[in-house]
C-alpha cells in the first residue's frame, strides 16, 4: 500500500470527481437491482398467476429501467475516464517537471530507454487501474451489498449460504495477489530492458550500419524479446492457478442454490419466482467475483509500475539550490570565477580523482584556455562551474561566492556553454539558437549565428532559419551543427562562455574567422576554451595545462612555448610540418 | 437561418451534438518543437489490413486452435447450464421429484468444473499465443527497421521508431491474446443459443432477435468517430512521447540553459491535448455500452410480452420463458462482448496501422536481390562523376570523379560543409548517389550484397556512438570473434589502454548510455580501436581524432602506419598535423574537388589549401584577447 500513499498527490485531488463517478455506479448497480424484482413480478403474477392486466407496466418498464440506467451508466464511465486521464495529466506533468530537474549524475546512470519505459508504459499501467480498477472494485463492493440485501429481503437463509463462501474467496484473492506482484515487477523490468536495446540500435544505427551488425542487433533483441514473452506467460501461469478457482468458488454459490433453493420449492416454502430472481442476483455477486481476479492483477501491475514512477519521483537531487542561496542578479553578474583546491570525482571512492587541488582565478573578462591530453580533466573542470556537479573539496566561487550559495538558475543563467558533444533538438534552427533566450527576435539570432559564422551556411538551406533540424542535428554536417551551438551560446548572453572543444570539427580558417568574431563577444566575459588545437588557445590570457587532473603547467603561449613541456611537445608537433 | 435568439440559446439537441462533436480548438502555444505527425487516416474498416494482421498467427495456428477449443468447452457449458435449469425448474422442482432434482443438481456442478478446468488452460494457451505472436511481430519489425537506411532515420526522432516496436506492438495485445479466440467463441456461442432458442420455441425466439438491427444501426453511426478517436489519441501519444524521448535525450543542453520551465509549458500543452483527445473519444466510446443494454432489456420485454401470449394459448411453458430470459441475457453477452472487441479492434487497427507503415517502408539502399558477396577487395576506388543531394535541389556533391590505388592514403580536406562526410557515406553506401557511379576493385557498389562490402571498410563516424555496456564489449562490437588478448593489443597499440587500465574495472567498466561516463576524447578513441579491430581493407576516418590529444594522435599515427600497410584509408582532418602524411590530398569546396595532390605540391600551388593551412599561422600573430592583453 506504500506505492498508493506515495502517489497520494497524483490522485487525491482528483477523487471529487472519482466521488460522484462512484456515487452514479452506486446508482446505476441499484438500477439494475430492480430488474430481478420485475422478472419475479412478471414470473410470479403474471405467467403464474395469470394477472395479465400487469403485463404491460412491467414489460415496459424493463426497456425504460435499462434507458434511465444507460444514461446514468455513460455519465459514471465519463466521469470515471475523466478522473484517472486527470491523474495521468498531472502524474505525467510531474514526472516530467522530476526528469528535468534530476542532475547529470542521475543521467549518468539512467538509461533513456528505461526512463522512457516508465513514463509510457508504466504511467499506463497505472491509469488502467483507476480507470477499470475503481470501477471494478467499486462494482464489486456495490454489487455484494446491496445484492446481499436483497437477497436477505428475499429469502435469510438462502443467503446465508452464499455467504459462507467469502472467506474461501478472500484467501484466493490474497494468494493471487502476493503471486502476482513480483511476476509484474518482472515483465515491467524486463520491458525496460527491451526498449532500452532499441532504443540504443535506433540512435547508434550508423554505428550499426557501418559494422554491418544488424544481425547481431536482432540477435540481442530477440533474446530480451523472448524473456519478456516468458516472464508474461509465466505470469499467465500464475494467474491461471487462481482466477478459475476464484470464479469457481463463486459459482458453487449457484448449485448450491439450485439444489437448496429447488428443495425449498418442492417442500412450499418458497415460490418459484423467487428462486429465479435469486438465480438473477446470484449474477450480480458471481459476475463481479468473476472479476475479482482481474482486479487483483490490476491492483498488482498498478504496484510494480507505481514503485517504478517513485523511483523516479522520489529520487533526491544531489545539486539543489542550498537555503539561503542568493539570486545572481544579470546587472551585477562579473564573471569573476575561482577555484580554491578543487578536487573531485565521479565514483563513490575518491581514489581516482578527476580533478585534484586544482587552484584558479579567472578574473573578469579574462580568457583561459585548457589544454591537456584526453581525459585529463578539462571538461570536469568546466562542467563545475554551473554546478553541473558539486565539488567534494575545495570550492568554487563565482563573483567571490561559493556557487553554491547562489540559487542554481540564476548562476546557469550567467553560464554559456558549447559542449563537446553537441545536441540539437527537433525544431527549427532559430528555435535551436534561441533555446535559451525564448523572447529573441529573428534578428539577435541572426546576429549570433553571424558571430559563430553560420549565418551564411544558414541562409542557404531551403528555408533557411525556419529549417527544422532532425533529433541531435541530423542534416547538418559536423562543423555546422557545432557552429549551431556556438550561436546558441553567444545568444544566451552571459557573462561566462566556456567553449568546450567548440570547434574541433571545423576547419581552421572557419576557425579564424569565428575567434576574430569573437573577439568582439567576448569582451568584458570570462572565456574558457578547452582545445586540443594551439590555434584555438593562442590567444588565450592564461592557458592552463592539465595532466591527471592536476594543473601541471600555466602561463601565456609565449611563455609555454619557451619553456620544456606538454605545451611545447603540441606546438611543435602540431606547427612542425607547415613551415617546411 | 439561424436567428440571433437560437443562436445565444441552442436547443438541447444542439448542444449535445457540439458537446460530442467538439473538436479540440488548436491551442495558441508555440510549436516549440516539431514532430513529424502521423497523417490523419480516415479510411472505412480496412479488411486487408486485418488479414494481414491475421498472418501473423500463421505458425502459431495449432496453439490457436487448441486455445479456441478450450474457450468453446468453457462457452459450451455456458450455453448448457440453461438447459439444465429448465429441466431442474420443469421436472425436479415442477415434479415434486428430490431424486431429478439432487442429479440435476450434480450436472450444474459439473458444468462448473469443466468450466473451470477449461479457464486455466484457457488462460494459458491464450497468453502464450498472444505473446507468442507479439514476439514475431515486434521481431519483425525490429528485423525490418535494422534493414532501413538512414534516409529513413534521417526523417523520424527516435522516440517516435521507439513507441512503434514497444507500445504499438503492444496494443495489439489484446488483439492476440483473447480478441480472436473470443471471437471465434462468441461467435460460436451465439450461433449454439440462437440454435438452441429456434430449436426450444421459434416463435418467441424470432421475435427476441427483431432487436438485433436495431443494434446494427446504431452502432455503425457511433463506430466510425471511436475509430478516428482512437487513431486522433494515438497521434497525440506518440507526440508526446517523441517529445519525452528528446528531452529526455537533451536534458543536459536543456539545465546547461535553464530552458525547464518552458519546456514544461511545452509540455502541459501536448499533455493536456491529449487529455482532451482522449475525453471527446470517450464521448462517443462509452454510448456503445449502454446503447447494448438497452436492446437487450427491449429483446427481454418482447420475451415477457409475446411469452405471455404463448403461455396463456399454452404454447409454451413458465420454465421455458424462463430459459429464454436466461438465454436472451447469454445472448446479449456475447453480442456486447463482440461490441467491446470491435472496439479493441478499432484500436488496434490504428496501431497495426502504424506498424505497416513502417513495415511497408523500403530501404532506399539495399543490394538487389541475390547480389554477389563482394570478393575480398584490395582497395581501389573510383568515384565516376558522382553527384549527390539529400533533399532535392540542395547539392551536396556534385559531379566528383577521382581514383584511388589500393593502399593509398587520401586525406580529405575541406571548410565545413564542404561535402567530405558526404563523400565517406556515399562510399561507406549509407545513401547511393543521385548520379554517376562508386567501384571498388572495379566492382559497382550498387551491384554487391551490402554486408560483404560494409565488413570490410570501417568508419569511424565523425559523431561518436558507442553502445552502454562494457568497454571490451563496446570494442569486440567491431569483430564479434576477436579474443581478449586482441581486444587489449588493438587498444594498446592506439594507446588507449592507458586511461583504460586505470579505470576501476579496466576493460570492464562500464561506459554509461552513449559512453556518458568517459570523456569524449576517450570516448573517440575507443571508436577508434573498435574500427581497428574489424581489420577492414578500407579504413575510413572521419574526423576521428578532433577530440584527442596530439600525442596520443601521434601514437595513433604510428600505430595506422604499421597496422594499415598496405591498406587504403580516408582520412578527415582538419589538422594539419594529420593530413600533411597523407599519400595525397583532395581539397572539397562546395561539393566539388577544387585541387588535388601532395601537400606539398598544393602549397606550392597556393591554392584554397595553402590558405586553408596558413589560416593556422594567422592565430600566431597578435597578443592574448582578453582585458589584460
Ligand atoms: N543527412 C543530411 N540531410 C540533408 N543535408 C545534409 C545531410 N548531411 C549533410 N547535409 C548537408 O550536405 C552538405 C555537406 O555536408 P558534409 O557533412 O558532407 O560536410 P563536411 O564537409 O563533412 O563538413 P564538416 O567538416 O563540417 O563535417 C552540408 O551543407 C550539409 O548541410
Ligand atoms: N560522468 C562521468 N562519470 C565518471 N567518470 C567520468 C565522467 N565523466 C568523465 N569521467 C572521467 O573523468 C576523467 C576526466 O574526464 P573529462 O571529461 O574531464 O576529460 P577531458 O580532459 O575533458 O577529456 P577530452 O579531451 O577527451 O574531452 C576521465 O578519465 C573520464 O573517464
Ligand atoms: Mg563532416
Known sequence: MWVFRQLRPYYVPYLRTLTVALTLLGLFTAMTLLTPYITRALINSVLE?????????????????????????????????????????????????????????????????????????????????????????????????LGLVVMVTLNGRLTLFTVLLLPFLTISVMRLDRAMRPAYSRIRQSMSDLQTVVQENITGVRTVKSFAREDYALRVFETRNLAYMQYNVEAAILQSRYIPLIQLIGNLGAVMLLWYGGMEVIHGRMSLGTMVAFFGLLGYLTGPIQQLGFLVNLFAQAFA????????????????????????????????????????????????????????????????????????????????????YDVQQGQVLVDGRDVRDWTLESLRRQIGIVPGDTFLFSASIFENISYGRHDAKLDDVRRAASLAQ??????????????????????????????????????????????????????????????????????????????????????????????????????????????????????????????? | MSTVTSEARPSWKRRIWAWLGSVERPTQAIERFSYQEDEEIDRPFNWAQLRRLLTYIGPYRGLAAAATAVTMVGSAMGLVRPLILLRTIDRGIGGHNQGLLDRYALAYLATYLLGWAAAGMQMRLTTRLGQSILARLRHHLFGHIQTLSLDFFDSRPAGNVLVRVSNDVNALGDLFTNGIVNLLTNVFLLVGIIVVMLILQWKLALASFVTIPLLIVLSTQVRKRIRLGWQAVRRRLSRINA????????????????????????????????????????????????????????????????????????LASVALIIAFIQYVGLFWQPISLLGGLYNSLLQAMASSERIFQFLDFRPAVASPPGAPELPPITGAITFEHVSFAYAADRKALDDVSFEVRPGENIALVGHTGAGKTTVINLLSRFYDPTAGRILVDGYDLQSVALPSLRRQMSVVLQETFLFSGTIRENLRYGRLDATDQEIEDAAHAIGADGFICALPQGFDTGVGERGGLLSVGQRQLLSFVRALLADPRVLILDEATSSIDTQTELVIQHALERLLAGRTSFVVAHRLSTIQRADRIMVFDHGQIAEMGTHQSLLDHDGLYASLIRAQFRFLEGGPLGTRG
Open chain 2, 243 to 314: 517529445h519525452l524521448n528528446e528531452a529526455i535525450s537533451g536534458i543536459r543542453v536543456t539545465q546547461a540553459f535553464t530552458r525547464e520551465d518552458e519546456n514544461q509549458t511545452f509540455f502541459s500543452v501536448i499533455n493536456d491535448r491529449y487529455y482532451r483527445t482522449w475525453m471527446n473519444t470517450m464521448r462517443w466510446s462509452g454510448m456503445f455500452g449502454p446503447m447494448v443494454n438497452l436492446t437487450g432489456a427491449i429483446g427481454v420485454a418482447i420475451v415477457f410480452a409475446y411469452g405471455s401470449t404463448l403461455v396463456r394459448e399454452d
Open chain 1, 305 to 388: 509500475s507505481g514503485q517504478r514512477l517513485i523511483e523516479i519521483l522520489e529520487t533526491p537531487d544531489i545539486v539543489t539550490n542550498r537555503p539561503g542561496a542568493k539570486e545572481l542578479s544579470p546587472l551585477e553578474a562579473k564573471g569573476d570565477v575561482r577555484f580554491e583546491h578543487v578536487s573531485f570525482h565521479y565514483t563513490e571512492s575518491s581514489d581516482r580523482l578527476a580533478l585534484s587541488d586544482v587552484c584558479l582565478h579567472a578574473k573578469p573578462g579574462m580568457v583561459v584556455g585548457l589544454l591537456g591530453r584526453t581525459g585529463a580533466g578539462k571538461s570536469t573542470l568546466v562542467n563545475l562551474i554551473p554546478r553541473f
Open chain 1, 454 to 580: 553560420a549565418d551564411g551556411f544558414i541562409m542557404e538551406l531551403p528555408d533557411q532559419y525556419e529549417t527544422t533540424v532532425g533529433e541531435r542535428g541530423l542534416g547538418l554536417s559536423g562543423g555546422q551543427r557545432q557552429r549551431i551551438a556556438l550561436a546558441r551560446a553567444i545568444l544566451y548572453d552571459p557573462s561566462i562562455l566556456i567553449l568546450d572543444d567548440a570547434t574541433s570539427s571545423v576547419d581552421l580558417e572557419t576557425e579564424y574567422e569565428i575567434q576574430t568574431a569573437l573577439e568582439r563577444v567576448m569582451q568584458g566575459r570570462t572565456t574558457f576554451i578547452i582545445g586540443h588545437r594551439i590555434s584555438s588557445l593562442r590567444r588565450a590570457d592564461e592557458i592552463l595545462v592539465l595532466d591527471g587532473g592536476r594543473i601541471v603547467d600555466r602561463g601565456r603561449h609565449e611563455d609555454l612555448v619557451r619553456r620544456d613541456g606538454l605545451y611545447r611537445d603540441v606546438f611543435q608537433l602540431q606547427f612542425q610540418g607547415a613551415r617546411g
Open chain 1, 49 to 145: 398467476n395469470h394477472h395479465w392486466s400487469e403485463l404491460w407496466p412491467l414489460v415496459l418498464a424493463l426497456p425504460l429501467l435499462s434507458l434511465t440506467s444507460g444514461v446514468v451508466n455513460f455519465a459514471q464511465q465519463y466521469l470515471n475516464q475523466d478522473f484517472s486521464q486527470k491523474c495521468t495529466l498531472r502524474l505525467r506533468a510531474a514526472l516530467y517537471a522530476r526528469l528535468q530537474a534530476h542532475g547529470f549524475d542521475y543521467y549518468d546512470h539512467e538509461h533513456t530507454g528505461n526512463l522512457m519505459q516508465r513514463v509510457t508504459g508504466d504511467v499506463e499501467a497505472w491509469r488502467t487501474f483507476w480507470t477499470q480498477g475503481m470501477g471494478e472494485a467499486a462494482t464489486f463492493t456495490f454489487n455484494i451489498v
